[in-house]
T-cell receptor, first 115, second 114 residues
Framework: AQTVTQSQPEMSVQEAETVTLSCTYDTSENNYYLFWYKQPPSRQMILVIRQEAYKQQNATENRFSVNFQKAAKSFSLKISDSQLGDTAMYFCAFMKTSGTYKYIFGTGTRLKVLA | EPEVTQTPSHQVTQMGQEVILRCVPISNHLYFYWYRQILGQKVEFLVSFYNNEISEKSEIFDDQFSVERPDGSNFTLKIRSTKLEDSAMYFC????????????FGSGTQLSVL
């Protein structure tokens, strides 16, 4: 069975600084997707970034980028130039590409951006 | 941009009562899902639905739960006899046939069972 682990329950960062959230996962699959979702206080789930496991190149979306280490089963999220609006819960998620299309979520990291 | 809509945003019910949570997925999507999040915990998969039948369900999705697509637009989650531990945020999600990996989540229904 797949598992997703986020070892940092809470983090804080100064506005305009860079922060990295860690995520590790366990799977025997070779093909899969990884995601980072943001959940602000409104509790809506917002997709931040997505990575296909077969792609070696790390995904980037504006200030958000990932460091995907397939062999180490690590998928960290880097937020550059942190903004107050980045304050949220961040969830890492895993999805196989065959048989099932359900997400397996980690327990989340609560990020607070300080003014 | 198209979005998944959920109603109501908040639902309060008495233990033992039936509740129906409603969702309108994005119109051209074919896969539908329900997830739930107990306060302070991670988001958990409940059920996936395709071609008018359940594709997969978790152990949480017991006989008290059912899903239905009664017409061409709505997707509902019914809890027959609510328990205190059913109190949670329930998220509906949908995805296209191609690109099933990208789920679009609704804004959730907060269910409180008293």
């Amino acid at each position: 069975a797949q598992t997703v682990t986020q070892s940092q329950p809470e983090m804080s960062v100064q506005e305009a600084e860079t922060v990295t959230l860690s995520c590790t996962y366990d799977t025997s699959e070779n093909n899969y997707y990884l995601f980072w979702y943001k959940q602000p206080p409104s509790r809506q789930m917002i997709l931040v970034i997505r990575q296909e496991a077969y792609k070696q190149q790390n995904a980037t979306e504006n200030r958000f980028s990932v460091n995907f280490q397939k062999a180490a089963k690590s998928f960290s999220l880097k937020i550059s130039d942190s903004q107050l609006g980045d304050t949220a819960m961040y969830f890492c998620a895993f999805m196989k590409t065959s048989g099932t299309y359900k997400y397996i979520f980690g327990t989340g990291t609560r990020l607070k951006v300080l003014a | 941009e198209p979005e998944v809509t959920q109603t109501p945003s908040h639902q309060v019910t008495q233990m033992g009562q039936e509740v129906i949570l409603r969702c309108v997925p994005i119109s051209n999507h074919l896969y539908f899902y329900w997830y739930r999040q107990i306060l302070g915990q991670k988001v958990e998969f409940l059920v996936s639905f395709y071609n008018n039948e359940i594709s997969e369900k978790s152990e949480i999705f017991d006989d008290q739960f059912s899903v239905e697509r009664p017409d061409g637009s709505n997707f509902t989650l019914k809890i027959r006899s609510t328990k205190l531990e059913d109190s949670a945020m329930y998220f509906c999600a949908s995805s296209e046939f191609r690109g099933r990996e990208k789920l679009f989540f609704g804004s959730g229904t907060q269910l409180s069972v008293l």
